[in-house]
């Protein structure tokens, strides 16, 4: 921010200058050029038009975006879900559970989710991410009391990787296809959305002896806990956003690419005894 300051300093300091030289040497040779008021406005009104079009142009080179109308109703209806009912039941959420209770029903929704990540980061022969989900499942669900724990993450700071099939299909060449909001779960893709589907096949919630109801109930729980943790993030983008729908469909299109541009084949880094081996660890 200083640096940006400093450069509109230098900038109106060349801007101020030009003029004042030109005075002192004379150079009354030069012809000059005056605007009606009415001119003026057009042209600022041209010049502020052509900053922010090349912006909206590069956001739309991100990601197909044919159903705009459809989205930002739907992105709209999103809107007022979070703020009229989600954001309020998170909040009231954090009021009555200690933020340790939070985090440990955070680390267990998050542990049970592992064969879907560790499946995906195999069929991307992302082989050191497997690895790692795998390793962390095991420490996880033992030392770390059935995942209310992160002990992997705290002791050898191996961290979660998010893989899903949308980025499996990504990594083998498929697009995004077009953007597409749905309800309640935010931006996504044709190619996401897709992938969102066979993700659910690898949740072992879908295998429990659970209703319909029971099942979407835990998945809302799932959703008000998160909230419940996060440090109002979308209002931070609200109060900033010239336009908020553009500024998500471009941050997270921007997300996708760089999550299905990563690759690893690194298996030395799998058999690593300086990370895995628990002697090595820093008790």
């Known amino acids: 921010m200083i640096s940006r300051f400093l450069l509109l300093l230098f900038c109106a300091g060349i801007c101020l200058s030009a003029p004042l030289a030109a005075a002192e040497q004379g150079s009354s040779d030069v012809p000059t050029t005056f605007l009606s008021t009415s001119q003026e406005d057009d042209q ?29 109703s739907v992105f709209w209806f999103n809107d007022k879900l979070y703020f009229y009912l989600l954001k309020p039941v998170a909040k009231s959420f954090r009021l009555v559970a200690p933020r340790p209770a939070r985090v440990s029903i955070n680390n267990f929704l ?14 991307q022969l992302n082989f050191y991410n497997f690895g790692t989900e795998l390793y962390r499942f095991i420490v996880n ?31 083998y060449g498929a697009g995004h296809g077009f953007y597409l909001v749905l309800p ?13 589907l066979v993700d659910g096949f690898l949740d072992p919630l879908f295998y429990a002896d659970l209703r319909t109801g029971e099942y979407l109930a835990i998945h809302a729980f799932k959703m008000t806990n998160w909230l419940s943790l996060d440090r109002d ?8 956003a010239i336009d908020p729908y553009l500024f998500i469909r471009a941050a997270y299109a921007q997300r996708r ?25 820093n008790w």
Do not use: C
């Open 44 to 72: 600022f009104d041209a010049d502020f038009d052509d900053d922010f079009d090349t912006p909206k142009q590069a956001y739309k080179l991100l990601i197909a975006d044919p159903f705009e109308g459809f989205n930002r």
């Open 257 to 281: 690419l760089a999550q299905t541009g990563e690759t690893s084949y690194d298996l030395d880094t799998l058999f690593d005894a300086d990370t895995y081996h628990p002697l090595k660890w």
């Open 184 to 196: 309640v779960l935010g931006p996504s893709s044709l190619r996401d959305g897709s992938g969102m």
């Open 110 to 123: 998050s542990n049970l989710a592992t064969p879907a990540r560790a499946a995906n980061s195999l069929l």
């Open 141 to 171: 669900s033992t030392v770390g009391l059935g995942g209310l724990f992160d002990p992997a993450v705290a002791i050898t700071g191996l961290k979660r990787k998010n893989e899903d099939f949308g980025q499996t299909l990504g990594y």
């Open 233 to 240: 993030t979308y209002e931070g983008i609200i109060r900033d």
